[in-house]
């Protein structure tokens, strides 16, 4: 069943509500920059190019709507309330997770224990969990079963929290965050979670590689087939990498895909709007790329996308944006310094990309919501995102984190990734999503092994979305 | 007092009913534990209900789930690939632990080292198992795949991204932790011949191929049996290592009926239909079951 119209999400809205914190970032190259440009042009993995340009704007950006990235204590003290947190298992996020919350105990004199599992269990936890006696005060609820907890009134709405003063910094409230990921976490006209872990899809490039052969940059998604041919098999290299594992990136790459072509998978209405040309260009272009990728992409998850590039197994890599902080990592990586960053698109002047992101929301049973929202607000805070940001390559949804010029030297592709955002549809957070990303991801699978057509594998997406979305 | 039958003395049967009370408590705990459970399943098939309605009423479906398993062309689909895990899986590790049991049989010195080796594999966790072979098949940092191109083999072998072999790969993976099991329990039932038999045999000018087949394999025809009721139970049903291996891919192709079922569930949310589902590989599983069961209790035919 659909969520109500409120929160489906076309592109209209949500670019719009992306201008305050990201879009006068994307302006960086028509201000100043030489070496990066609103068109999609490059930063390179040295990062050299992107605090000049990016901070050349970022002032007019934040001016009037935010103050900048300041580190505060947590509000409120909490002695002897202990927390327990639901998230996935992962570092470096729940090594700083756990930094942090012994820092939030330490201001607060409360305590948060993390119970972090796999990813592929942590739904099926949670829900039970949930369902049943309770047992957890804040979760890390993933876009897709977002919806689904709220629906079911498993999450504990905010709004009251979020405007009273006495419980936040001063000068912060849900103003302070990008609304339009705020509203991600909004169902039925309340507030239930607030956001970080922003990231997308960008494509990365072996810039030692592309001098070498003589090539520019990829503009557009034509070049980087036409690269990957000329640079395949050289320097012991494939010519690109990307996820063909059915574990939700195959999805997200497709639906940068169809964002660059102005389509989306539904419209506002909740019925599908995905049109079948555009999804078939799509496929075509994964399809073409598969046949420059090393063997067992069809096996591929991010992380062996991003190890096979960081290890020199491929001139160029389409993946999510934390992921590709490995390719900078020099304990993982083999290649530092020698990628430049991109966002992906059709057509030169339409970078897009999908907005990633995770939801930290207080459960309805929880005995400990003052103390629970007094973590969230400071964990989301600028201040704190920017030390994520640094450990894992995650973007914050403060407006603030955005002036942290300190990040932004850290990320060499945020430029990329801000571009990408422009044009940008949010990741589905429909309960009958996980099914229809199934269906994309074996179309887009099968599209690859030759067994079905671009435009069948389109048709099929088509199909799944329409019966998924009654209509 | 209670009355006695006729013809059967107090005694016996208040010893017959103390014996019937004994029994309660375990026959309690399997009604709770496993058949109560089961039983909900079966109900909960009958409702079109969703994982993300928990806390909503649930719609009396009727047979609708049931009638959607015949026209589920992804169930053929599971269906057809889990067949195939299973019957190649459950032959070759029969061969092959027939023919190690009988190695083993045969060993004088060594045995007991030898039996603990071979049932390393099974002792591992099918998880960490899966874990193992997915860094042996890496096509591009896997242990197989360094060994080919240090034979000149370069680019890789795509073991678990190719449609052909993909599955393949999955029933090597459990041929290596299983084929233990099928040792260790036809090497039981090979210890259990008389061994009198064995030498009256070798007494009349029998070879070793000759007592291994006309001696050995009947007298270990129930463990045979055996070793199939549960491999063909245990394959049926598998989820964990098609789960961190391909996940049913690429494309579907190694989409067992256990990982559907899960994902119809856990993924999809569509619980009424994953119940239906649970229902026909309950209904299957027994039926297969019953089938090596029967053929157990007549295993005299094969001697």
Same mark, same amino acid.
């Given at each position: ?19 305050? $914190? ?10 100043? +920059? ?11 993995? @040295?990062?050299? @190019? ?14 009037? @709507? ?26 470096? /996020? ?6 942090? &919350? ?32 309770? $047992? ?16 079911? $009134? ?32 909004? %169902? ?14 960008? !494509? ?51 639906? +940068? ?8 998978? %539904? ?6 709007? !995905? ?16 046949? %420059? ?25 389409? +993946?999510?944006?934390?992921? !590709? ?5 020099? @304990? ?15 057509? &030169? ?46 973007? $914050? ?35 009958? /999503? ?30 799944? !979305? ?6 | ?6 013809? =059967?003395?107090?005694?016996?049967? #208040? ?38 309605? *928990? ?28 067949? =195939? ?10 061969? *092959? ?46 242990? =197989? #795949?360094?060994?080919? #191109? ?65 001696? *050995? ?87």
């Amino acid at each position: 069943m659909p969520r109500p119209d409120n929160h489906l999400h076309g592109p209209a809205p949500f670019i719009a509500s992306l201008a305050v $914190g990201t879009l006068l970032l994307v302006g960086c190259g028509s201000s100043s +920059s030489s070496s990066a440009s609103p068109t999609g042009a490059a930063t390179t993995g @040295s990062g050299a @190019s992107v605090p000049t340009s990016a901070a050349a704007v970022l002032p007019s950006a934040a001016a009037g @709507s935010s103050s900048p990235a300041a580190a505060t204590n947590p509000i409120g003290s909490f002695s002897g309330q202990k927390l327990v947190l639901s998230r996935w298992a992962g570092d470096p /996020w729940t090594a700083g997770q756990k930094t942090a &919350a012994a820092e939030w105990g330490k201001d607060t004199s409360g305590s948060i224990s993390i119970d972090a599992i796999p990813y592929e269990n942590l739904h099926d936890k949670q829900a039970l969990t949930l369902a049943g006696a309770g $047992g957890y005060d804040i979760i890390y609820v993933h876009p897709s079963w977002f919806g689904e907890f709220a629906k079911a $009134g498993y999450l504990a709405p905010i709004d009251s929290d979020l405007s009273d003063a006495s419980k936040n910094p001063p000068g912060f409230s849900a103003a302070s965050y990008l609304p339009s990921v705020l509203s991600q976490g909004a %169902y039925n006209g309340k507030q239930y979670c607030l956001p970080d872990f922003v990231s997308t899809v960008v !494509l990365a490039y072996r810039t030692d590689l592309f001098t070498a052969a003589g090539l520019q940059p990829p503009k557009t998604l034509d070049d980087v087939v036409a690269d990957a041919a000329k640079l395949n098999g050289k320097n012991g290299a494939s010519g690109i990498i990307l996820p063909g594992k059915a574990t939700g990136a195959v999805s997200d790459v497709m639906g +940068s895909l169809i964002t660059a072509q102005g389509n989306w998978w %539904y419209g506002p209405t909740g019925k599908t709007t !995905l049109d079948v040309a555009a999804a078939t260009k799509a496929v075509t272009f994964y399809t073409s790329a598969a046949k %420059y990728a090393p063997t067992g992409l069809l096996n591929d998850s991010v992380d062996e996308v991003s190890l096979a590039a960081a290890q020199g197994k491929a001139a160029m890599a389409i +993946s999510t944006t934390p992921s !590709l902080q490995a390719l900078e990592d020099p @304990s993982k990586s083999s290649t530092v310094g020698k990628w430049g960053y991109v966002p992906l698109a059709f057509t &030169a002047d339409k970078p897009a990309g999908e907005l990633i992101y995770w939801n930290w929301c207080i459960s309805a049973k929880s005995s400990h919501k003052d103390a629970a929202y007094s973590f969230l607000q400071w964990y989301t805070s600028g201040a704190q995102q920017a030390k994520v940001a640094i450990a894992a390559a995650t973007a $914050g949804a403060t407006k603030d984190f955005y002036t942290n010029t300190t990040v932004l030297a850290k990320l060499p592709f945020l430029t990329a990734m801000n571009q990408a955002l422009t044009h940008a549809n949010p990741q589905p957070s429909l309960p009958t /999503w996980p099914k229809i990303q199934n269906d994309i991801e074996t179309a887009v699978q099968n599209a690859i092994l030759g067994k079905i057509t671009p435009a069948a594998a389109a048709a099929k997406m088509k199909t799944s !979305l329409s019966s998924n979305l009654g209509g | 007092m209670a009355a006695t039958r006729p013809g =059967v003395r107090p005694g016996r049967a #208040s010893q017959r009913r103390l014996a019937i009370l004994m029994v309660v408590p375990a026959l309690w705990f399997v009604g709770a534990l496993i058949l109560g459970p089961l039983g909900y399943s079966a109900v909960l098939s009958l409702y079109k209900w969703s994982l993300t309605d *928990i806390n909503q009423a649930k719609p009396f479906a009727g047979l609708a789930n049931y009638r959607k398993l015949i026209d589920d062309p992804q169930l053929m689909h599971a269906l057809q690939n889990t067949v =195939v895990y299973v019957v190649a899986s459950v032959t070759v590790e029969l061969v *092959i632990g027939f023919l190690v049991a009988l190695a083993l049989f045969q060993m004088t010195k060594g045995r007991r080292l030898a039996n603990s080796l071979v049932l390393l594999p099974m002792i591992v966790a099918p998880v960490i198992t899966a874990l193992l072979w997915r860094y042996i098949f890496d096509p591009q940092f896997g242990l =197989v #795949s360094q060994v080919l #191109s240090s034979l000149g083999h370069q680019g890789g072998i795509d073991f678990l991204g190719g449609a052909h072999l993909a599955l393949p790969s999955l029933i090597i993976v459990d041929i290596w932790q299983w084929t233990p099991f099928v040792v260790l329990v036809l090497h039981a039932g090979m210890l259990s011949i008389p061994e009198e038999r064995i030498e009256a045999a070798k007494v009349d000018g029998a070879g070793h191929i000759r007592v291994a087949w006309s001696i *050995i394999r009947p007298g270990v025809i129930p463990q045979v049996l055996l070793v199939l009721l549960f491999r063909t139970m245990d394959t049926y049903r598998i989820f964990d290592t098609v789960f961190v291996l391909t996940r049913g891919g690429p494309g579907g192709a190694t989409e067992t009926i256990g990982l559907y079922t899960y994902q119809t569930g856990f993924s999809f949310f569509d619980m009424g239909y994953a119940m239906a589902l649970s229902m026909f590989i309950l209904i299957t599983v027994l039926i297969i079951s019953s089938g090596y069961i029967h053929l157990l209790r007549r295993r005299e035919v094969f001697r």
